[in-house]
């Protein structure tokens, strides 16, 4: 059973317009979330981190965690293209050692 | 800003042979972690390391895999025979308590 699954696109969509990234996941990924965005081989980067339900706004960026339908969003407002990479969400569930759990990705390509 | 450095960059090595991979995790954090994505997948959590010992190991951290910290610095990951399979991007990350987990720049392992 897959813990963490997304969409892995691509997903397009033009300059200056809204980029909303979807995730879901499992009982076992359950406490804390956050979306990294990865440029083709480099390193995952912290965009966000989630922790409880609601919205959570950064910027640019507005993480919404719903933990009733076990769904994590990312939406992305003013895309530039600087913004088309992978964007990861992880989850992990708890505890100060626990690794995170990735879905596959989301690539993103925002048009000019 | 303070960062999570990794070297080398890349590595090639022959099957069979043992290979370290190093990192220095953010000075004031206190968990660290090994992770490996294999090209075009998801990133893999390996093992976690708290108080200088393993905390937590998923499935793919078998014997031929172990972790040190020799030094109040370093963070390593040995491989003592590796496979062809082993062939992957490998990230250091470390965080400081229950908060986000900072991703090196990676070690391109390259077995043939």
């Not at chain 1, 499992?26 to 995952?44: A, E, H, L, N, T």
């Not at chain 1, 690794?99 to 993103?108: A, E, M, V």
Request: aromatic content about 12%; charged content about 20%; hydrophobic content about 30%.
């Amino acid at each position: 059973q897959k813990e963490v699954e997304q969409n892995s696109g691509p997903l397009s969509v033009p300059e200056g317009a809204i980029a909303s990234l979807n995730c879901t996941y499992s009982d076992r990924v359950s406490q804390s979330f956050f979306w990294y965005r990865q440029y083709s081989g480099k390193s995952p980067e912290l965009i966000m981190s989630i922790y409880s339900n609601g919205d959570k706004e950064d910027g640019r960026f507005t993480a919404q965690l719903n933990k009733a339908s076990q769904y994590v969003s990312l939406l992305i407002r003013d895309s530039q293209p600087s913004d088309s990479a992978t964007y990861l969400c992880a989850g992990y569930s708890g505890g100060g050692a626990d690794g995170l759990t990735f879905g596959k990705g989301t690539h993103l390509i925002i048009q000019p | 800003e303070p960062e999570v450095t990794q070297t080398p960059s890349h590595q090639v090595t022959q099957m069979g042979q043992e290979v370290i991979l190093r990192c220095v995790p953010i000075s004031n954090h206190l968990y660290f972690y090994w992770y490996r994505q294999i090209l075009g997948q998801k990133v893999e959590f390996l093992v976690s390391f708290y108080n200088n010992e393993i905390s937590e190991k998923s499935e793919i951290f078998d014997d031929q895999f172990s972790v040190e910290r020799p030094d109040g610095s370093n963070f390593t990951l040995k491989i003592r025979s590796t496979k062809l399979e082993d062939s992957a991007m490998y990230f250091c990350a470390s965080k400081r308590y229950q908060e986000t987990q900072y991703f090196g720049p990676g070690t391109r392992l390259l077995v043939l």
